[in-house]
């Protein structure tokens, strides 16, 4: 195994990103300008590319995002003997 860091850095096209978020080049390349995957600038001429485990990164936190705001919601229905552990249950499962 070699010592370099960056030997285990993967690149990808933000074509490929794209494909495997399902979005278009646009909104890949206006995630990397927001900071929220990580990309660089390389060859000649300048071509973007983006860490393949930043795309991972990404998808990890916008499924905790998702989860949070699902969480949100259930919380706004409950009503308070529920929450209390009393009394008439609103909305039952």
Request: net charge negative; proline share 5%.
């Amino acid at each position: 195994m070699s010592d370099d860091p960056t030997s285990a850095v993967r690149l990808l096209a933000p074509a490929q990103v794209g494909e495997v978020l399902g979005v278009s080049v646009d909104e890949v390349m206006a995630l990397v300008l927001e900071g929220r995957l990580r990309g660089v600038r390389v060859g000649a001429p300048a071509r973007w590319r983006i860490e393949a485990a930043s795309v991972g990164d990404y998808l990890d936190d916008q499924a905790e995002e998702a989860r949070r705001i699902a969480l949100w919601h259930q919380s706004q229905t409950a009503s308070f003997p529920e929450l209390w552990g009393g009394g008439i249950v609103r909305n039952p499962d």
